[in-house]
């Protein structure tokens, strides 16, 4: 069956440090992958999405970048964290071209910088 | 640009009726509508996905309805129990390469 496992699950950093939160996905072959940033009372936005190995689209300019280094890993990266970058991370993945069963999303990591 | 709104006000209901929470979405004619689960301090948890051909969708005590025209969807539990007390989300996509969009959720709590 599929996993997908994330870590850490809780981070505190001061900022101007750097950031790595790694994503691995087992089971699954070519999946779609995405990271998700949720702040509080607010919805999930949508921070980079991979379709392939070496292939991140990026939907909104920050802070943050993203790597796909092999088929089922998805690290997002900062090289200096600012204080909006706290907020609770997400990984998720999906299954393409096999019609369209819903994400399936890691468990998270709690970023607070400081 | 596209909306999708939810309650954000949490709806507290007695345990074994039926909850509704509503889902309206602007500016968007998604193929895909889906609802998910999620829990204080947890990543969301897929329920169901119901297709813009399709009126409703059932799983067990859940049941999902979209109408394209009114631009909403509701979601229904029946015979409601505590241990679906949690957070709510609705979320839209148009296919392709399966970008999906989040409402920001609606809190159910069902009271014993």
């Known amino acids: 069956s599929q996993t997908i496992h994330q870590w850490p699950a809780t981070l505190v950093q001061p900022v101007g440090s750097p950031l790595s939160l790694e994503c691995t996905v087992e089971?699954?072959?070519?999946?779609?992958l995405y990271w998700y940033r949720q702040a509080a009372g607010r919805g999930l936005q949508l921070l980079f999405y991979?379709?392939?190995?070496?292939?991140i689209s990026s939907e909104v300019p920050q802070n943050l970048s993203a790597s796909r280094p092999q088929d089922r890993q998805f690290i997002l990266s900062s090289k200096k964290l600012l204080l909006s970058d706290s907020g609770f991370y997400l990984c998720?993945?999906?299954?393409?071209?096999?019609?369209?069963?819903?994400?399936?999303f890691g468990s998270g990591t709690r970023l607070t910088v400081v | 640009s596209q909306k999708i709104e939810q309650n954000s006000e949490a709806l507290n209901i007695q345990e074994g009726k039926t909850a509704t929470l509503t889902c309206n979405y602007t500016?968007?004619?998604?193929?895909?509508l889906q609802w998910y689960r999620q829990d204080p301090g947890r990543g969301p948890v897929f329920l169901l996905l119901?297709?813009?051909?399709?009126k409703e969708k059932r799983k067990e005590r859940l049941k999902v309805t979209f109408d394209t025209t009114l631009k909403q969807s509701l979601f229904h539990i029946t015979a409601s129990q505590p241990a679906d007390s949690a957070t709510y989300l609705c979320?839209?996509?148009?296919?392709?390469?399966?970008?999906?969009?989040f409402g920001t959720g609606t809190k159910l709590q069902v009271i014993p």
């Open positions: 119901i297709r813009e051909n399709e």
């Open positions: 998720a993945w999906s299954t393409p071209g096999q019609g369209y069963y819903g994400y399936t």
């Open positions: 089971g699954t072959s070519n999946p779609n």
């Open positions: 500016n968007y004619s998604p193929a895909y």
């Open positions: 979320a839209l996509s148009s296919g392709g390469y399966q970008k999906v969009t």
């Open positions: 991979s379709v392939g190995i070496g292939q």
